[in-house]
């Protein structure tokens, strides 16, 4: 396996009659990304899917992505202002008038922790925003290198446990907020699918409003590049709805009844 395959596993276990799919449109979501470009690649098939329906999608990145280049020379922080404006520029072409908030936790790249000011910043983003949907990292998923997805994930989970008791974080001066569901991308054992096969373009355009990371993630220097790389995420979204029927699939842990 590669270390740094990012986005949706290849290799489903649980067996395919125990899934659910294609959840209900909710009027809200968030997704929690540990860097910029990761809520694309792990469902912007389907925020995009969610948003063209009516759906506001919110957007949450925890780090400031200034490690995100093999430029070993790189100005620092152009290159977190520039991800940002990346990402500002991604959701808008994932969700188009339907894009809500796109905020950013500014931990440094490659150093975030999983501990109680970001939990707290993180519920703090969950009851201001207050979300139907919220989307992240599985941090369970074996065998994952990169510390910062597992923080991000393990953010999300307990992030919305303190969201939505009433007596966690009592400083903040919003409610409390309980959402619906929980979806986890590049899911350990993933047990729901949802349908993107409408929106993997959208979802291509979105990743690369991420230019900066055209050399270091997406190994697309030049067009023929460019185009393999498009080719590599058709073909795997195309690999995992075929199983459910689906020209086009993403797929996800569902945590529901929260
Ligand atoms: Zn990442």
């Known amino acids: 396996m590669a270390a740094n395959d990012p986005g949706q596993p290849l290799h489903p276990s649980t067996e395919l009659?125990?899934?659910?799919r294609n959840l209900p449109?909710?009027?809200?979501a968030l997704a929690i990304g540990a860097h910029p470009d990761d809520v694309e690649f792990g469902c912007g098939g389907l925020l995009a899917k969610w948003a063209a329906d009516g759906c506001t999608v919110h957007h949450l990145v925890c780090t400031d992505g200034s490690k995100g280049t093999w430029d070993a020379d790189v100005d620092v922080d152009?290159?977190?202002a520039r991800r940002q404006d990346e990402?500002?520029?991604?959701?808008?072409?994932l969700a188009g008038a339907n894009a809500g908030e796109v905020r950013f936790l500014g931990y440094v790249d490659g150093e975030l922790d999983s501990g109680l000011d970001a939990r707290g910043r993180v519920a703090l983003t969950i009851r201001e925003l207050r979300p139907s949907v919220v989307l992240g990292h599985d941090p369970w998923k074996r065998y994952r290198l990169h510390p910062d997805?597992?923080?991000?994930?393990?953010l999300v989970c307990e992030g919305i446990v303190a969201a939505r008791d009433p007596h966690f974080f009592r400083e903040h001066p919003v409610e409390h907020h309980r959402p619906d569901a929980l979806?986890?991308?590049?899911?350990?054992?993933p047990d729901h699918v949802e349908d993107v096969t409408d929106f993997v373009a959208t979802k291509l355009e979105a990743l690369e409003a991420h230019q900066s990371q055209f050399e270091s993630t997406m190994k697309a220097v030049d067009d023929a590049e460019l185009d393999e790389f498009r080719a590599r995420v058709a073909?795997?979204?195309?690999?995992l709805g075929a199983p459910h029927s689906m020209r086009a699939a993403e797929v996800?842990?569902?945590i529901d009844d929260l």
């Open 252 to 254: 996800f842990t569902l």
């Open 25 to 28: 449109t909710p009027a809200s």
């Open 149 to 154: 997805h597992r923080h991000a994930g393990l």
């Open 87 to 93: 990402q500002r520029e991604a959701a808008r072409r």
């Open 235 to 239: 073909d795997r979204l195309g690999l």
């Open 183 to 189: 979806l986890l991308w590049e899911a350990d054992e």
């Open 17 to 20: 009659t125990d899934w659910s």
């Open 78 to 80: 152009e290159l977190a």
